[in-house]
């Protein structure tokens, strides 16, 4: 029997997030957080697309003071997007989106 070999990532600690976004805002913010979780935020950025997905990654990477390779977005549509953030806590993450509000 042949032995087949799998390939898998590293699993690194961090956390994920689930966004719900809105373009052509005066100003990039968190706006709400759902009791699901889901974190609604504003973006500047008129429309979807790279750079905004790059404009919301440098504000997150900003807001939890890491660096930006440290975010992914994994999943998503244009509304919304499920971010990986790695090296850092999920409590930590909650701690910092609640003060935005």
């Known amino acids: 029997m042949k032995k087949s070999i799998k390939s898998f ?3 690194k600690s961090g956390a994920a997030i ?9 100003v990039t913010k ?4 759902e009791k699901d979780g889901t974190i609604f935020i504003d973006l ?3 429309k979807s697309g ?13 807001q939890f003071q890491i660096e ?4 992914e977005v994994l999943a998503g549509t244009d509304e919304n997007k499920l ?5 850092i ?13």
Do not use: C, F, M, W
């Open 83 to 87: 971010i990986s953030i790695v090296d």
């Open 50 to 62: 790279k750079k905004a997905d790059q404009e919301l990654l440098q504000y997150l990477a900003r």
């Open 68 to 71: 930006g390779k440290n975010l």
């Open 30 to 33: 968190v706006t709400k957080i």
């Open 9 to 11: 990532h590293d699993g």
């Open 18 to 26: 689930t966004l719900a976004l809105r373009y052509g805002a005066d």
């Open 44 to 46: 500047i950025n008129p």
């Open 89 to 101: 806590l999920p409590k930590e993450v909650d701690q910092i989106l609640q003060s935005l509000l």
